[in-house]
C-alpha cells in the first residue's frame, strides 16, 4: 500500500508559467515532507521541505503548500524555466516502526517545460 | 568531492553471482540511508545506520541482502546470489543527524542481472 502518491506521473507546462505538483500521502504520523528533483543518471537533489508545523514554506522560485486535514501537499515552481524539467519525487518522513527517521516516496512526477 | 560517492557507478552480472556495491558518504555525516529504484518505481528503502547504533534493516527485501557500515564512514550493500528482480538503481544517502535532516544522495549504481 503507497503511503506517498503522486497520481500525475507527467507534467508539461510553458516556459514563464506556473508548474504546480501534487502529492497525497496516508500516513498521519509523518511530520516532514520534502521535494526532491532527480536528472537521469543522478542521484536526488533535495530541492525543499515544509515541517508539519506550517503550511506554507518559499524558496525562490518553489514554494510548497501543506494541507495536514487533507493530507496533501503541493511543489509551486513560478515562473517555470526548461532548465527545470526533470523528475520531481514527494518524499514524507517520520520514525518507523524500528525507531529510524525513514524517507517514503512517491513514484515522481516528470515535469517537461516547454520553451 | 563534497558529495556522496558511490561505486561502481554501474554494474551487470550473472544471475547467481555475489556483487558488492560501495558507498562513501559526506564527511561528518553519521546517518547512512541505501535505498533502490526499480523500473517506473519510487525509491524504497532498504536499511539505515545512524551512528554506532544497530542498523534499521527493516526495508530488506529478503535474506540475500545485508549491509555493513566499518569505521561509521564507509558502507558496502551486498547482495548474494543474484535474481533478476534485483536489477534496479541502488542509491546511497547520508544526512547529518538521521532525525529529518534532509538526506543528501550519491548518482547510484545501476544493477544490471543478465
Not at chain 1, 39 to 53: D, K, N, R
Request: hydrophobic content about 30%; glycine content about 10%; charged content about 20%.
Amino acid at each position: 500500500d503507497q503511503q506517498v502518491k503522486q497520481n500525475s506521473p507527467s507534467l508539461s507546462v510553458q516556459e514563464g508559467r506556473i508548474s504546480i505538483l501534487n502529492c497525497d500521502y496516508t500516513n498521519s504520523m509523518f511530520d516532514y515532507f520534502l521535494w526532491y528533483k532527480k536528472y537521469p543518471a543522478e542521484g536526488p537533489t533535495f530541492l525543499i521541505s515544509i515541517s508539519s508545523i506550517k503550511d506554507k514554506n518559499e524558496d525562490g522560485r518553489f514554494t510548497v503548500f501543506l494541507n495536514k486535514s487533507a493530507k496533501h501537499l503541493s511543489l509551486h515552481i513560478v515562473p517555470s524555466q526548461p532548465g527545470d524539467s526533470a523528475v520531481y519525487f514527494c518524499a514524507a518522513s517520520g520514525v518507523s516502526g524500528a525507531g529510524s527517521y525513514q524517507l517514503t516516496f512517491g513514484k515522481g512526477t516528470k515535469l517537461s517545460v516547454i520553451p | 568531492g563534497a558529495g556522496v560517492s558511490q561505486s561502481p557507478s554501474n554494474k551487470v552480472t550473472e544471475k547467481g553471482k555475489d556483487v558488492e556495491l560501495r558507498c562513501d558518504p559526506i564527511s561528518g555525516h553519521t546517518a547512512l540511508y541505501w535505498y533502490r529504484q526499480s523500473l517506473g518505481q519510487g525509491l524504497e528503502f532498504l536499511i539505515y545506520f545512524q551512528g554506532n547504533s544497530a542498523p534499521d534493516k527493516s526495508g530488506l527485501p529478503s535474506d540475500r541482502f545485508s549491509a555493513e557500515r566499518t569505521g561509521g564512514s564507509v558502507s558496502t550493500l551486498t547482495i548474494q546470489r543474484t535474481q533478476q528482480e534485483d536489477s534496479a538503481v541502488y542509491l546511497c544517502a547520508s544526512s547529518s543527524d538521521g532525525f529529518g535532516q534532509p538526506q543528501h544522495f550519491g548518482d547510484g549504481t545501476r544493477l544490471s542481472i543478465l
